[in-house]
C-alpha cells in the first residue's frame, strides 16, 4: 500500500520486504490534498528514518546540539548558573555570566547549524528560566519582564556571535500564510505519533486521575482552546489580507481551486470540522499539560526527601519541565495544522518537516520519563494493563527499525561488504571516474568545471568527492537554500555553453568570469550535452586521461 488513503492490498501480508523503498514510505504518512481532491506530498521524517536514509542534512547533523539546547534549558531550570547579570537601566537578569554567554553561543550554532532550531530552543530556554523565577517569586507580571530581559539580550547576543554568518545569509522563507485545507487527519496523526502518544496520555492520565499535581484546569482550557483559536482567527486574517494585499495571487489560487472566496473559506471549515480527530488528540495533551503547568497551588504533594542529607527533590519542578517541553512538542504539531511558512514549495511540506521533527525529539524524551515513572509507580490491575499495552507499543515500534535495518543491508549481507564510504561504489561502478577524482584530491586546489543538473543524481559529484568548488551543483536546492533562483544567475546555461560551444573565444570568457582551473569531461558530461571537445584539445593541458574521462587544466595567471 502506498498511501493510507488507499484501500489495503489483499491478502494481509507482512512486511512488504520485496519491495527495497516500502521504509521510504514512512517519510510519507501525511497526506494532503487541495479541494479537488489532488494529493500534495508532505514529508514527515523522524530521527530513525533519517539515520536508516544516511541522511547528512542540517536537520540531522545539529540533533546533537538540539539536546544540547534542552540540557542547558534543563540545567537553568534545576539551578544552573545562578548569579546577576547587570542589564543598563538598572534591570539585572538572575544568571550567571558564564551562562548566559553560554547559551548565547549554543543559540547562535544553532541557528547556524539548522536556522530552524533557534527559535525553538530559545522558547525552551526562556521559558525555563521564566519557569524557574514563577516556582521561586509566584506567577506575576513581573515574569512577562523576566522572559523580555533575559529573551531579547539573549537573542541579541546570539546573533552578535555569529554576525559574519547572517550579513550573508539568504533563505526561502518569506513570511506566514494561512493554512485552511491541509489539516492533519487523526489517522495520519496516530500513525505517525502513537508510539509516542500512548505513553504520554497514560502519563497524562496517571496525573490526573492519581492527582499526583495540583492542576488549573480552568487556566489550562482557556489556554489549551485560546491557543487554538486564536491560530484559527490569525490564520483567517492573513487570509483576509492577502486577498487585499496579492489580489491577483488570491483570486488564481481560488480559480485553481474551481471556487469563490465565501465557498472556499466554508468548504474548508467544513473539512476541518470532518477531520477534527487530530486537533482533539492534540488537545487531550496540550490541556492537561497547561493545567499541570501553571497550578495555583505553590506546593507539591511529590515533595518527597531522599537518602543524601538535607536534599530535597522537588517531584513537581521535575515533572514542569518534562510539562514545558511536552507543550512545546503540542504546539509544534498543532501550529501546521493553521499557518505555514511560506517558501519555494507554496503549501505546508517544509513547515511540518522541520516542525514535526523537531517534535520528536521533545515528544521522544516526554514519552521515555512517561514509560519509566508509570513502570515505577502504577499498581496493581493499572500496572499490569500498561505493561502489557507498552509491550505491544514498543514491539510495534521496533518493527520498523528492525525489518527497515534487515531490507537497507540486505539481511546484514550487503553484496560489496559494509562501508559509509561512498567512493567504493564509484570504483566498483565507474573506475575511470574513480582514478580521475583521486588524481584531483591530489591536485592544486581550484574551480571545477563539470555538468549541471537536478538533485538527487550524479550531478556535482566531482565537486562533493573532490571538495574543490564548482560552479554550481543542484540548482533546485540551491534555490531552496539561498530563497531564489536570482543568485544563479546564467551559470547553468553557461557552463552548458563552456561545453557545447564550437568558439574557444566564448568559453575563455567563461573560464574567467568564474576563475575556472578544471574543465572535467566525463561519462556523464558527454551524455547530458552535446561536448564540443575539440577547442579543449587546442587550447589546454589534458592532466589526467583514462579511456573516455578527460581533466583539463587551464594556465593558471601569474
Do not use: C
Amino acid at each position: 500500500m502506498k498511501e493510507l488513503s488507499q484501500t489495503p492490498i489483499l491478502p494481509f501480508h507482512g512486511p512488504p520486504l520485496d519491495r527495497y523503498l516500502w521504509w521510504w514510505r514512512s517519510s510519507r504518512v501525511l497526506q494532503d490534498y487541495d479541494m479537488l481532491n489532488r494529493p500534495l506530498e508532505v514529508i514527515d521524517e523522524f530521527p530513525f528514518f533519517s539515520f536508516l536514509l544516511g541522511d547528512l542534512h542540517p536537520h540531522v547533523l545539529a540533533i546533537p546540539f538540539g539536546l544540547l539546547a534542552i540540557a542547558a534549558a534543563l540545567n537553568l531550570f534545576l539551578g544552573g548558573w545562578r548569579g546577576e547579570v547587570k542589564l543598563p537601566l538598572g534591570a539585572s537578569l538572575r544568571i550567571g555570566a558564564a551562562g548566559f554567554l553560554f547559551m548565547a553561543l549554543l543559540l547562535g550554532g544553532l541557528a547556524f547549524l539548522n536556522t530552524w532550531d533557534i527559535l525553538i530552543a530559545a522558547a525552551l530556554i526562556v521559558a525555563s528560566y521564566v519557569l524557574w523565577r514563577a516556582n521561586e517569586d509566584g506567577w506575576r507580571w513581573e515574569r512577562l519582564e523576566d522572559a523580555l530581559l533575559f529573551g531579547l539580550p539573549l537573542g541579541i547576543l546570539a546573533i552578535l556571535m555569529y554576525l559574519p554568518f547572517y550579513v550573508g545569509f539568504s533563505s526561502q522563507a518569506g513570511g506566514v500564510l494561512p493554512n485552511f485545507m491541509y489539516p492533519t487527519r487523526g489517522i495520519h496523526l496516530w500513525v505517525m505519533w502513537g508510539t509516542l502518544l500512548i505513553p504520554i496520555l497514560a502519563y497524562v492520565i496517571y496525573l490526573w486521575r492519581g492527582e499526583k499535581l495540583p492542576s488549573n484546569w480552568k487556566l489550562g482550557f482557556s489556554l489549551g482552546l485560546g491557543f487554538v483559536l486564536f491560530l484559527l482567527v490569525f490564520s483567517w486574517l492573513l487570509g483576509v489580507a492577502g486577498s487585499i494585499l496579492e489580489k491577483d495571487f488570491v483570486d488564481g489560487f481560488l480559480a485553481s481551486q474551481g471556487m469563490t472566496a465565501g465557498q472556499f473559506f466554508s468548504a474548508t471549515l467544513l473539512r476541518r470540522l470532518s477531520y477534527i480527530g487530530g486537533l482533539i488528540t492534540m488537545l487531550a495533551v496540550f490541556i492537561p499539560s497547561l493545567a499541570f503547568l501553571f497550578a495555583r497551588e505553590e506546593q507539591s504533594q511529590l515533595e518527597t526527601e531522599i537518602s543524601e542529607p538535607l536534599k530535597v527533590v522537588n517531584r513537581k519542578s521535575e515533572i514542569q519541565f518534562v510539562l514545558l517541553i511536552l507543550i512545546l512538542g503540542a504546539i509544534l504539531i498543532i501550529v501546521p495544522d493553521f499557518v505555514y511558512l511560506r517558501d519555494k514549495f507554496g503549501y505546508r511540506i517544509n513547515t511540518v518537516f522541520k516542525f514535526y521533527y523537531q517534535a520528536w525529539m521533545l515528544w521522544s524524551l516526554v514519552a521515555a520519563f512517561a514509560v519509566s515513572q508509570l513502570l515505577q509507580n502504577l499498581r496493581g490491575l493499572a500496572n499490569v494493563a500498561f505493561r502489557v499495552v507498552i509491550g505491544v507499543v514498543i514491539f510495534t515500534g521496533l518493527l520498523y527499525p528492525v525489518f527497515g535495518l534487515i531490507t537497507k543491508t540486505n539481511s546484514f549481507n550487503p553484496p560489496y561488504g559494509f562501508s559509509l564510504d561512498d567512493f567504493d561504489r564509484i570504483i566498483r561502478e565507474n573506475p575511470e571516474e574513480a582514478a580521475a577524482i583521486n588524481f584531483l584530491r591530489t591536485a592544486p586546489d581550484g574551480v571545477i568545471a563539470e555538468a549541471i543538473g537536478d538533485g538527487y543524481s550524479a550531478f556535482a559529484r566531482i565537486s562533493a568527492q573532490t571538495g574543490m568548488q564548482t560552479v554550481l551543483g543542484w540548482p533546485g536546492h540551491e534555490d531552496q537554500w539561498r530563497g531564489s533562483y536570482a543568485p544563479q544567475g546564467t551559470r547553468r546555461d553557461d557552463i552548458n555553453r563552456l561545453y557545447t560551444t564550437v568558439r574557444w573565444e566564448e568559453a575563455a570568457l567563461i573560464i574567467e568570469q568564474y576563475d575556472i582551473r578544471y574543465v572535467y569531461v566525463g561519462v556523464l558530461e558527454r551524455a547530458s550535452m552535446n561536448v564540443n571537445e575539440e577547442k579543449f584539445i587546442a587550447h589546454l593541458k589534458p592532466i589526467f586521461q583514462q579511456g573516455s574521462t578527460v581533466i583539463y587544466e587551464v594556465p593558471v595567471q601569474e
